[in-house]
């Protein structure tokens, strides 16, 4: 009896401890205006299921946050130090509201005195966004000195993240160019940079290492694009250099003295080429397929001398017919949209998997574009080749790489917009009238410290249907023996 009355003293005392830590406003002063919060999640259209948009007031002497979210069917409520939401009330309350909008009321107590602020709206898509999650590069802004980096793997259903592979694990080697096929993992393909290069494809489980470099072709093979069948995968194979700017807001400018498109038969085990894609005068780059695998997009730029003209370097977005049965290649390439004209440069461009736009980013020159303070993201009709600038999800620093989600409904694409070094990312959809809503910064669990106190840019990054199925240790064993598989260029 004596320890049953000693444990209920002690729940009421651990209850009274948590009434306590959740101080409820009073006496609240209402103030005109929405709340300044971080992330800038008001007005912004969210997948159902997505991890909870928690948020920061960002004023000085914040002491407590008090957040209510109510929908037509449901709310819930977040006290503490910022805006933190139970994950699984919060998805239950945006599956309960898929196609509705959630009104969210907040208030802070700052400097001993509790305000509460104008209400705002967060709008649940009708469009389900049907992807596990992302896979993305982390790297320190600087490329030139990369230290820790590797390419990771996050839950958007949640804040989980895990490591596919690490240059921690090696002998500090460059991962990049990652992609999976229609963001299905289970043909998937990365590239490593360094003494032990290779170009690593996995299909069903099975990982094939790539000799890194191929004498034939002069380079390595890098920027990958997958065919929908599965069989073939498009890269470019560049020679790549990096000039560095000792004055002015550009750090770093990446150029190549050559570069040339080729298809990879992973069935043959052979390099598809062509004349029009491998030329001396011009630069073909960055290749992509057409969703029904019809076409071969690319970039393309008349070579200068660089570094001297690098800011010549300016490409234009290409086309050539592509047969699957055959692997051959088309006897014309199109210019489907011509940015130097413009004194423009297109680079990335990244087909909707409808068929029905292309989302590509335009800059002064070049295509690095995260490097570039004026490069915004460009949307085109592939209907009638209209082509407009996606002033709704641009911003006055870098937007840059991008990718779709499957059902061609969202976005995932990296900005500089937060402090103009750092790129970060963010999430939008779009209409059926092809406008975008206001992205929103990818969801963390406390997203002001976490953004705070990162080292990291985030790029590549792309949606996955499934977590990646990856054996790393397996893969690490197999970087560190440099046993690779040659290629072949077909007669």
Known sequence: ?????????????????????????????????????????????????????????????????????????????????YADFDIKDWHKLTE????????????????????QYDDFLINVSAHPLEEWGLTYRRIAPGYEVYSK?????????????????????????????????????????????????????QKNGECTWLKANNDALGGSMVYPYWHPSGRYCAFSTNQTRQGFHIAGEKRLEVFDLSSDVLVYDTEKNEILTDSLLNTKTWSENTPVFSPDGKWLYFTTCLQKEYPLQYKDEQYNLCRIAFDEKTGRFGSEVDTIFNAVEKGKSVSWPRPSYDGRYMLFTLS?????????????????????????PADEINSPEADSFHNWSDNSRWV????????????????????????????????????????????????????????????????????????????????
Not at 101 to 115: D, F, Y
């Open 364 to 388: 002064d020159y070049g295509y690095f574009s995260i490097w570039h303070k004026e490069s915004d993201q460009w949307i085109m009709d592939l209907a009638n080749g209209a082509a407009r």
């Open 1 to 81: 009896m004596k320890f049953l009355t000693q444990h209920r003293f002690l729940f009421i005392a651990v209850f009274i401890a948590l009434l306590g830590c959740s101080e409820r406003p009073k006496n609240v002063e209402k103030v005109a205006g929405e709340p300044p919060i971080f992330p800038d999640y008001a007005g912004v259209t969210i997948p159902a299921g997505i991890a909870p948009l928690n948020f920061s007031v960002d004023a000085e002497d914040v002491e407590r946050v008090d957040v209510v979210v109510k929908g037509k069917h449901g709310e819930l409520h977040s006290n503490g130090r």
């Open 412 to 491: 995932v694409f990296t900005s500089r917009r937060r402090d103009g070094l750092y790129s970060h990312l963010y999430l939008t959809s779009i209409d059926n009238n092809g406008h975008f809503t206001k992205p929103f910064l990818l969801p963390q669990q406390n997203p002001e410290q976490y953004y705070s106190e990162s080292l990291y840019s985030f790029n590549t990054p792309d949606f996955s249907k499934t977590k990646v199925d990856f054996d790393t240790r397996k893969a690490v064993g197999s970087i560190l023996s440099d046993e690779r598989t040659p290629t072949n260029v077909r007669p």
């Open 149 to 201: 980096m590797g390419i990771y793997q996050r839950d958007l259903a949640n804040f989980d993240e895990s490591t596919i592979i690490e240059n921690t694990m090696t002998d500090g080697q460059c991962y990049n160019c990652h992609t999976s096929n229609r963001t299905n993992p289970k043909e998937f393909v990365f590239h490593v940079r360094g003494e032990h290069g290779a170009t690593m494809m």
């Open 96 to 115: 309960e509201n898929k196609g509705g909008e959630l009104t969210v009321s907040v208030c802070a107590k700052i400097a001993g005195r509790w305000v």
